[in-house]
């Protein structure tokens, strides 16, 4: 979305990013290439049709709130035609698509739309249930768990990467004139700027890998896709400690994780025989 500008930064800091920080293809492709082929094809298009509404609704598209509406027209059992239901028409033939989930995405493009705002932790962590949660919940269904419990600890692993994301790109975020931080937060700590900043994201960090501890026993209760899983959380969970080692944001940019570590983290979930 473009971000609205004000003479205050701190002020137009307290604006919604207007992403649902659908896991970047660069983060999620190791995992997604570890799926079994025909899951791999299918999660691609879920891809697709995420990372589309996200773009449409962050650029301000005038078919972003239309193809939206289109979405949630579908999830309510009501006929529409965009590449989008088509998408979803296609993946239920083959999955138990929640409408649910597809119903709390929307809500969460909703709110960037008209850039509500965040006032508390308890908001934040609603929004990130929305736009990450649910994704979970998704990814539960089309990776066929059979045990109850796994569907919420899935929503938990999907609010800690939209978490991470969040603390990874605080400095371009703010470049843009934006800040995905709950104002109450930002009250308690001060403004996160470069080197003013590490009181407020340790806070964030421990928020964010208590989400990560609840979210990963769902790993081993998916029947399918769990190795894929386990690799992409391991390496969004590594953003964290990237951030750590690059002193809590002293310097002004992003975390990265360097490619060497990375591979690390691939190699060892590939030899790890307990996921399918």
Same mark, same amino acid.
């Given at each position: 979305m473009?971000?609205?500008?004000?003479?205050d930064?701190q002020?137009?800091?307290?604006?919604p990013?207007?992403?649902?920080?659908?896991?970047a293809?660069?983060?999620?492709d190791? &995992?997604?290439?570890?799926?079994?082929?025909?899951l791999r094809?299918?999660?691609?298009q879920?891809?697709?049709?995420? !990372?589309t509404?996200?773009?449409?609704?962050?650029?301000?598209?005038p078919?972003?709130?239309?193809r939206?509406?289109a979405?949630?027209?579908?999830?309510?059992g009501?006929e529409?035609?965009?590449p989008?239901?088509?998408?979803l028409?296609?993946? !239920?033939r083959?999955y138990?698509?929640? !409408?649910?989930?597809?119903?709390?995405?929307?809500?969460?493009?909703r709110?960037?739309?008209?850039?509500?705002?965040?006032?508390?932790?308890?908001?934040?962590? &609603?929004y990130?249930?929305?736009?990450?949660g649910?994704?979970?919940v998704?990814l539960?269904?089309?990776?066929?768990?059979?045990?109850?419990?796994?569907e919420s600890?899935?929503a938990f @692993?999907g609010?800690?990467?939209q978490?991470?994301?969040?603390?990874?790109?605080?400095?371009e975020d703010?470049?843009?004139?934006? @800040?995905y931080?709950?104002?109450?937060?930002?009250?308690?700590?001060g403004?996160?700027?470069?080197?003013l900043?590490?009181? @407020?994201l340790?806070?964030?960090?421990?928020?964010?890998?208590?989400?990560?501890?609840e979210?990963l026993g769902?790993?081993?209760?998916?029947s399918? &896709?769990?190795?894929g899983?386990?690799?992409?959380?391991a390496?969004?969970?590594?953003?964290?400690?990237?951030?750590?080692?690059? &002193?809590?944001?002293?310097?002004?940019?992003?975390?990265?994780?360097?490619?060497?570590?990375?591979?690390l983290l691939?190699?060892?979930?590939? @030899?790890?025989?307990?996921y399918r």
């Open positions: 473009t971000p609205s500008h004000s003479a930064p002020a137009s800091a307290y604006a990013r207007g992403r649902a920080h659908v896991p293809p660069s983060s999620f190791p &995992g997604m290439r570890l799926l079994p082929r025909d094809a299918d999660a691609r879920l891809y697709l049709l995420l !990372s509404i996200d773009d449409l609704v962050d650029d301000q598209d078919q972003a709130a239309d939206v509406d979405i949630e027209q579908w999830a309510s009501e529409a035609d965009t989008e239901t088509r998408i028409v296609d993946l !239920s083959r138990p698509i929640p !409408s649910s989930a597809m119903l709390e995405f929307c809500r969460g493009m709110h960037d739309l008209v850039r509500a705002s965040i006032e508390t932790e308890s908001d934040l962590e &609603g990130c249930q929305y736009v990450g649910s994704v979970g998704i539960t269904r089309m990776f066929a768990a059979e045990d109850p419990r796994c600890k899935m @692993l609010r800690a990467f978490r991470t994301n969040i603390l990874r790109d605080i400095d703010h470049a843009h004139g934006r @800040l931080i709950a104002r109450s937060t930002i009250e308690r700590f403004f996160p700027a470069p080197g900043r590490e009181d @407020l340790r806070d964030q960090i421990a928020r964010a890998d208590q989400l990560y501890e979210g769902a790993i081993p209760l998916l399918r &896709g769990g190795r899983m386990a690799v992409s959380t390496l969004y969970r590594e953003i964290l400690r990237q951030i750590e080692r690059d &002193g809590y944001g002293r310097g002004l940019g992003r975390a990265v994780v360097p490619i060497w570590r990375r591979r691939v190699s060892r979930h590939r @030899l790890k025989p307990a």
